[in-house]
């Protein structure tokens, strides 16, 4: 399922913890798609703690507790870091990363936590919800194959990765858009990780954002940018990143585009596309100003030029996730439309 439709998943079963609905949900994926991520962005998005707890670094007394002497009885003490609404509020999410990398013991101690949301006398707060992530066994990972009574406590989902939500999350978070329309002209490359030859860098959604972080502190630096990129995203991609960021110096003038002069959109499809991802960051940056829908109108004018009509509707399908619905309220949007009205938008 595609990350977009999963934090649907994810939230609906954050909130149905309110009804006692809830299913415990386990991702599935290859590293760095952004199983943990997503996760992150439902608690974000609801002001809510994450309790990330790894079972791979567990014994099962860490998560059952320790036995003390009460007189003559034995009772158990609660680890502190499962929820608690004294200590970490009334609402969050226990996030179990990593569990199919825990050995079977401590799957075990889990069991009852997961599905009976209970540890002996503990209970897991109503209002938490229970998140679990873990890689394929043929991803290379440390796995252990789940076992049928732990598997069978969870509703299970397998992220895929999917460059246009890739490419919505990367506006939000100020990703380069260099690194943006590198991955529009090369979309193949957003994931290419291949288990059997257990490459050490490799491009993923994760190791991309670390390109644009690699891209930010060493674009001045050009004897070591091509070795900085590489060691994020692998030695191949690297180079391609590399020989991408190195031919915009051919870019046509943005500030004319935006100030809305006539200027001619260029022949190389690399080019058009990286004048595409900037100009969905000129348009983002513009949204707090006073001339923003003059701004986004000379844009959508110079959308309507490309001699490949897709490439427009790209540029404005990437415009329309980055800053939702307020781009239809530009007068430029219908002429646009109209022009386009026989092309077909995919979300």
């Not at 502190?80 to 401590?106: C, Q, W, Y």
């Not at 873990?134 to 069978?152: C, E, F, I, K, S």
């Not at 190195?246 to 500030?255: A, E, G, H, K």
Request: hydrophobic fraction near 45%; include cysteine; aromatic fraction near 8%.
């Amino acid at each position: 399922m595609r990350p977009a439709q999963l934090l649907r998943v994810l939230d609906l079963e954050f909130l149905s913890t309110a009804e006692g609905h809830h299913t415990p949900v386990m991702l599935w994926g290859p590293p760095g798609v952004g199983k943990s991520q997503m996760v992150a962005q439902i608690a974000a998005r609801h002001r809510v703690p994450v309790i990330d707890i790894r079972l791979s670094q567990m014994e099962p007394s860490d998560l059952r507790g320790i036995p003390f002497r009460t007189k003559s009885r034995v009772e158990w003490a609660i680890p502190a870091m499962l929820p608690n609404t004294k200590r970490h509020g009334r609402m969050g999410i226990l996030f179990l990363d990593e569990i199919n990398s825990a050995p079977p013991s401590v799957s075990a101690a889990a069991y009852q936590l997961i599905l009976d949301r209970r540890l002996g006398e503990y209970r897991v707060p109503q209002h938490w919800a229970i998140f679990a992530a873990g890689n394929r066994q043929g991803d290379r990972g440390v796995t252990y194959t789940m076992p049928a009574p732990l598997a069978n406590r969870f509703s299970h989902f397998e992220v895929e990765t999917h460059l246009d939500d890739w490419v919505s999350w990367a506006y939000r978070n100020g990703i380069d858009e260099r690194v943006i329309a590198f991955l529009r002209f090369r979309p193949e490359l957003l994931f290419d990780f291949d288990p059997a030859h257990n490459p050490v860098a490799f491009p993923s959604p994760r190791s991309w954002e670390f390109a644009h972080r690699g891209l930010r502190k060493f674009e001045d630096h050009p004897e070591l940018l091509q070795g900085t990129l590489q060691a994020c995203v692998g030695p191949a991609a690297g180079i391609e990143l590399t020989a991408f960021v190195n031919s915009l110096d051919q870019m046509p003038n943005l500030d004319d585009i935006v100030d809305g002069k006539a200027v001619p959109v260029p022949k190389e499809i690399d080019l058009q596309y990286a004048v595409a991802a900037a100009l969905v960051g000129r348009a983002i940056r513009a949204r707090q100003d006073a001339d923003a829908q003059r701004v986004i109108g000379n844009i959508l004018v110079y959308a309507g030029r490309f001699p490949q009509r897709e490439m427009g509707v790209m540029l404005v399908s990437d415009l329309h996730r980055a800053i939702g619905n307020e781009l239809f309220e530009v007068p430029a949007f219908t002429d646009w439309a109209q022009a386009i009205s026989d092309v077909m938008l995919y979300e």
